[in-house]
């Protein structure tokens, strides 16, 4: 679980429920991880205005919501 860009720093996780997926918060993007395998699902496009703060899944783990 390596960020895209060098010098990024991690501000949140989330992990869903059932353990499956993993969410990554850096400092410009959010980036969503397979578990088992370590790969990336979605790598999320950079967004320089956004410094996530709080990811959270959804109970049923259908959902990723955030805040920055």
Not at 4 to 15: N, P, Q, T, V
Not at 47 to 68: C, N
Request: overall charge negative; aromatic content about 8%; hydrophobic content about 35%.
């Amino acid at each position: 679980y390596k960020p895209a860009g060098e010098g990024d720093s991690l501000h949140a996780l989330a992990l869903s429920r059932d353990g499956r997926r993993l969410a990554t918060g850096w400092y410009a993007r959010v980036d969503l991880w397979d578990t088992a395998t370590h790969k990336a699902i979605n790598r999320g496009s950079p967004d320089l205005d956004a410094h996530t703060i709080f990811l959270r899944f959804s109970a049923d783990g259908a959902h990723l919501d955030g805040t920055s």
